[in-house]
């Protein structure tokens, strides 16, 4: 599922094809991903308009329209990206999915791909009305140790990888980016958060800085999620040799924890 860092290129990714530009067309071939609004509602509202600036707020991107109060909200679900391509040119690939599409006045088009259909798209004045944004925790790239730590205390009976997936206590990290962050701070993912030592805390915090901040800096030129990391990131052995990447005679543990196919290094993370 795209996470926050992946989310962050998305929005990169709008912001430079996707701004300025009248909408001249708009096709959705799954109008049940548009919530509560009418497609011809959807429709009505946003011809003719463009789009203005965009920011990402946990796993969402949230589009200002000129002339219009409405924002145009955007979840990915599970297999969320985007594409712009040339109006009409053949969907080949990813783009078979495409499930939204706005067309410009600069004869191009910009696709919402959602493979599972599991993504959302809402237009509405107050992105705090959609109870999944209003509920969300704090930026983890925003707040200081001493905020962290206080989130932490408020969940002293937490499983850790179950109090990171938890977008209420903080946005915008998922399965893959809490598997790196736990093995980055050496924390087994089946502790609890009152038996966390201070300095496994700070690494706890420092690990989602660096992991976020790392995967935000090599973010890809494209509009979909996937990530080539380096041998050294946990993640980039997780569909190959399950090798820690610490030390190559540590096998890496695959197993269900917090309801998510979690891995880690059992030797490494205590
Ligand atoms: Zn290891």
Redesign the pocket.
């Known amino acids: 599922m795209p996470e926050l860092p992946d989310v962050e290129n998305f929005k990169v990714y709008f912001r430079r094809n996707g701004l300025n530009k009248k909408i001249t067309a708009i096709e959705c071939s799954t109008p049940s991903l548009i919530k509560e609004v009418r497609f011809s509602d959807f429709k009505k509202k946003l011809m003719e308009k463009k789009f203005k600036d965009v920011r990402r707020r946990g796993k969402f991107l949230i589009i200002d329209i000129a002339r219009i109060p409405e924002k145009l909200i955007i979840h990915f679900g599970m297999t969320g990206g985007l594409s712009y391509a040339e109006q009409d040119t053949e969907r080949k690939g990813r783009d078979r999915f495409s499930r939204l599409i706005f067309k410009f006045d600069n004869n191009e088009e910009l696709r919402w791909l959602n493979v599972r259909k599991l993504g959302k798209i809402y237009l509405k004045k107050d992105p705090e009305s959609v109870e999944l944004i209003k509920e969300l925790g704090p930026e983890p790239l925003q707040i200081s140790e001493r905020q962290f730590f206080e989130l932490l205390r408020k969940c002293q009976n937490k499983n850790i990888k179950a109090f990171l997936l938890d977008q209420r206590n903080i946005a915008g990290i998922g399965n893959i980016y809490s598997d790196e962050i736990l093995f980055r701070a050496k924390i087994n993912p089946h502790r609890i958060i009152e038996t966390l030592s201070k300095i496994e805390k700070q690494n706890l915090y420092q690990g989602t800085i660096n992991a976020l901040r790392e995967a935000i800096e090599i973010r890809p030129s494209y509009g979909m999620y996937g990530i080539r990391f380096e041998t050294d990131w946990l993640l980039s052995h997780r569909h190959k040799d399950m090798e820690?990447p610490?030390?190559k005679n540590?096998k890496l543990k695959r197993e269900i924890i917090a309801g998510r196919a979690a891995i880690y290094?059992p030797?490494?993370q205590k």
Do not use: D, E
């Open positions: 820690c610490r030390n540590h290094c030797i490494c």
